[in-house]
């Protein structure tokens, strides 16, 4: 009996067999849309002082519900700790945690956001196939590419480090270069062009520096796509040959 009953929810919860199996899907991702919609709306002052308390019981409604989701999960599994150690199975325990840490510390209630990453199921429940293999394609095409990203990110801060080092000693410790990690920290938004307005260089040499770390900036920000790329064209490749 018991047996009986946890294959019939295995194929309700962890499968699209059927129409329950579907609804239970459907009916989820809906859940996870609400609960993420009212971390949104606590977080505006107005509707929260206004609608606060029913935020509240609405929140732990849905923590509920996704607390018995995740032990019917746990219940049903075929391999229950290959399940609980699972990037879904992850994912599933980070979308409850937060409301009952915010219970300690109300600031990290708002982490309840993560939850959103469960609508990741919406490709299984629609079966939007095309995108899955998309998607596959593109993780074993970071996977690969994770070797030439490392060190290139290493020679990246290897640079940033020695350009704000240099800033640092050519500005004289002026505004905003007070310190080498100032400087550092500088260079770093610069070369990633995200800019730092109210801090410039005010010597000649240092204005040169500046120019040239934001050209160099450009050139890499094209690396790593162009890495990722080529990547995933031979994988697109190989599946073509296949």
Not at 77 to 98: C, E, F, H, Q
Not at 129 to 153: D, E
Request: aromatic share 14%; with cysteine.
């Amino acid at each position: 009996m018991a047996k009986s009953v946890r294959s019939k929810l295995r194929n309700i919860i962890f499968t699209t067999n059927g129409r329950t199996a579907y609804l239970f899907d459907v009916w989820l991702l809906i859940f996870i849309l609400l609960s993420c919609l009212l971390v949104f709306l606590e977080s505006v002052p107005s509707i929260h002082a206004e609608y606060g308390l029913v935020l509240y019981i609405l929140e732990w409604f849905f923590t509920i519900a996704f607390t018995i989701e995740y032990i019917l999960r746990i219940y049903s599994a075929k391999n229950r700790l290959k399940y609980m150690t699972s990037w879904w199975g992850i994912i599933d325990v980070l979308a409850i945690l937060p409301t009952f840490i915010g219970i300690f510390n109300p600031n990290l209630a708002y982490l309840r956001q993560i939850r959103v990453l469960r609508l990741i199921r919406v490709f299984r429940v629609f079966k939007l196939k095309k995108y899955v293999t998309g998607g596959n394609i593109m993780m074993i095409a970071l996977s690969n590419s994770r070797p030439k990203i490392i060190s290139f990110v290493l020679f990246v801060v290897l640079v940033a480090t020695v350009l704000g080092s240099v800033m640092y000693v050519i500005e004289g410790q002026g505004p905003g270069f007070e310190t080498i990690p100032d400087s550092i920290y500088w260079s770093i938004i610069t070369l990633t062009t995200v800019g730092y307005g109210n801090v410039v260089p005010a010597t000649i040499l240092g204005k040169m520096i500046a120019t040239f770390i934001m050209i160099l900036g450009y050139g890499i920000i094209a690396v790593p796509t162009g890495i990722v790329s080529a990547e995933m064209a031979k994988q697109k490749h190989d599946k073509t040959e296949d």
